[in-house]
């Protein structure tokens, strides 16, 4: 007869992302968690178990079970102890927690049975009555928008484009890896860069900049992140973030390259997730450690050695619950083994420290106030709808074929500046129109450029505040740092208002790169605004001057744009003059919230990808064409995907 097979439970973990086998990292509501049981076999032959965890929500609710999702062998001839058996998904008893045992409150694991897989008989199990008890948490949702950035180069030219595989990846990572239950995703969108390639990060942060300003103001979330991808087809673009923010401000914005390349360690199809997670690190506050060539702005508070994310075997260690969608199976990070994702080592995970302090951040950013959408079944008012002059137009063409014919247009143009008691919906209290500029700026060289100006509402942002820089005779403030403004100058000889801005130092500089970063402010421009100069250390470095009055949108007509994609030639009834730009956006909900797709555009021609919506959805389409300090905005009418 033969001895059946004895084991021992020497160890249970519950986790989601990083842990140890004290659970002292938070358990965050609502997130997939997965029970690791480690049993080692203690006399018999070798065999096959699968098992079942009895668990309880509390004393008086009645007990669950749940059983593992995975086989283990036991063998009493080959022991594995606790850390090999942890550095390994397959050689732990993994149990997937049903959604509503995440919920928060506390969580018992009473005991764990084993069953052999090969005779069907319990196994026993010594330590299986195990009486670990944890504690779920609510944590915040991670919201954010990420906008593939398409560009062509080259002879013959050729355009690349991110791909599908980018965005899903970094999706479904922050899902797996980020201390969230829950991804609020801002429509994503594939738009065209308006830098000329090769650009870096800086110059698609600041049209990200310029596209957030533009979304909030039109009532997004302004708790909303934004993440710009870019394909590595035709160069490689070094990532960043517009700044390492010490308390919460999401409208630091940041830019990843995607692409296949595998980094000697990632073989999954896309590096676009954990370089994408490690960028959003930096809007969340999270330094770099300094252990693997990137700066040492953390080095003095990492708590692990070499940036891994334990400093043994048996205190931390990662572990990815997968996503089958995806086809990417569950996986273990040991902990001395994998690295953190702000660091610029190989095998890149979060560790204990990053994944609290983003939640910690997570949590600081939900007490701001989301912004005030437009409310129901009234469209948003549109950036500068300021006077009372409104003007509906309806053209619509008698026939031929469906190209040659004119959308309906619901054009509202707005002159400048807003009267008082239209201060609400743009205008800054003594301070005239709000304006969203955002600009490039070398602190090095003291020189700088600005990129965008838009017309925006309150809703947009704080607005700067006027003051004085207050520069030495050498450009340099009092701490020594180069003084960065914004003078509006006023037309008529009015005085000018100084608004000191603070830089968003790029967070991942090049080796011997020079001091760069973003200016992203938004300005009241005063009654009767002439121009806005940007200073750096003194000195005016460049100067935005408005156009003449926007030009008002006559009507669009459908064009060819390729498979997948909805076209329109814009027809303003005369040639756009220089300085005059446009924006596009786009509305899934009748208008209440729009998202723009475009900014700075300078051809009178759009292009709205249709992939970017599910089936079925009803896309309304604006046009905003502005001179920097006036706009007006033409609702077009929708198309169905």
Excluded at 534 to 548: K, M, S, Y
């Amino acid at each position: 007869m033969t001895t059946p097979t004895d084991a021992v439970l020497e160890a249970l973990e519950v986790t989601q992302s990083i842990q140890n086998l004290q659970h002292g990292v938070t358990l965050i509501a609502g997130k997939v968690t997965v029970i690791r049981a480690y049993v080692n076999g203690a006399n018999g032959p070798a065999t096959g178990v699968t098992g079942t965890v009895t668990l309880l929500r509390s004393p008086t609710d009645p007990p669950i079970t749940v059983s593992s999702a995975n086989t283990v062998s036991l063998d009493p001839t080959a022991h594995k102890d606790v850390p090999t058996r942890r550095a390994d998904a397959n050689l732990s008893l993994n149990f997937i927690l049903p959604p509503p045992l995440t919920a928060a409150g506390p969580l018992t694991v009473s005991t764990v049975s084993l069953t052999d897989t090969l005779t069907g008989a319990a196994v026993p199990c010594d330590g299986a009555a195990a009486g670990t008890t944890v504690r779920f948490w609510d944590t915040p949702p991670l919201r954010v928008r990420v906008l593939g950035l398409r560009y062509t180069m080259g002879t013959p030219p050729v355009t690349y484009t991110p791909r599908d595989i980018d965005y899903n990846f970094l999706i479904s990572w922050l899902k797996r890896a980020y201390p969230v239950a829950d991804v609020i995703e801002a429509p994503h969108a594939i738009i065209d860069a308006t830098a000329t390639p090769p650009f870096q990060c800086t110059d698609t942060n600041a049209q990200l900049a310029a596209i957030r300003a533009l979304d909030i103001s039109a009532g997004g979330d302004r708790r909303t992140h934004y993440v710009g991808q870019v394909a590595d087809g035709g160069f490689f673009l070094r990532g960043c973030a517009s700044g390492v923010p010490v308390t919460p401000d999401p409208t630091t914005v940041a830019s990843s390259p995607c692409g296949a390349a595998t980094w000697g360690w990632d073989f999954d199809g896309s590096y676009a997730d954990w370089y994408g997670g490690h960028e959003l690190g930096h809007t969340y506050g999270r330094k770099h450690p300094g252990f693997c060539g990137e700066s040492q702005d953390d080095l003095q508070n990492y708590p692990f050695q070499k940036g891994q994310l334990a400093n043994t075997p048996d205190s931390f260690c990662g572990f990815d619950v997968g996503d089958p969608q995806l086809n990417l199976p569950m996986a273990a990070k040991p902990g001395v083994d994998w690295h953190d994702v702000m660091t610029y080592c190989n095998f890149q995970w979060p560790c204990s420290y990053t994944y609290e302090g983003i939640r910690q951040r997570l949590v600081d950013e939900d007490t701001l106030a989301a912004g005030a959408p437009a409310p129901e079944n009234v469209p948003a008012a549109a950036p500068m709808r300021a006077g009372p002059r409104e003007l509906r137009v309806t053209t619509v063409s008698g026939g031929g074929r469906p190209n040659d014919r004119f959308p309906k247009l619901s054009v509202t143009t707005a002159p400048a500046p807003a009267p008082p008691d239209m201060m609400a919906m743009g205008a800054s209290p003594g301070g005239g129109q709000l304006v969203s500029v955002v600009g490039t700026v070398d602190l090095t060289s003291r020189s700088g450029t600005i990129k965008f100006v838009n017309p925006v509402q309150a809703a947009a942002g704080q607005p700067a505040q006027p003051g004085q820089s207050g520069p030495g005779a050498d450009g340099a403030g009092p701490d020594g740092e180069v003084p960065v403004v914004l003078r509006v100058q006023q037309a008529g000889g009015g005085m000018p208002v100084d608004f000191p801005v603070t830089v968003k130092l790029t967070s991942d500089p090049a080796p011997g790169q020079e001091r760069t970063g973003l200016v992203d402010a938004v300005v009241p421009i005063g009654t009767n605004p002439a121009s806005v100069e940007l200073l750096v250390g003194g000195q005016v470095v460049d100067t935005f001057r408005p156009a003449d009055s926007p030009p008002v949108l006559q009507g669009a007509r459908h064009s060819t744009a390729g498979e997948g994609k909805f076209g329109l030639d814009l027809d303003f009834g005369a040639p756009p003059l220089a300085g005059h730009t446009f924006a596009t956006q786009v509305s899934t909900d009748g208008g209440r919230i729009w998202h723009t797709v475009g900014v700075g555009l300078k051809d009178p021609a759009i292009t709205v990808d249709r992939t970017q919506f599910p089936p079925g959805t009803e896309v309304s389409v604006r046009v905003i064409s502005t001179n920097g300090f006036t706009s007006t905005t033409s609702d077009i009418e929708s198309f169905r995907v």
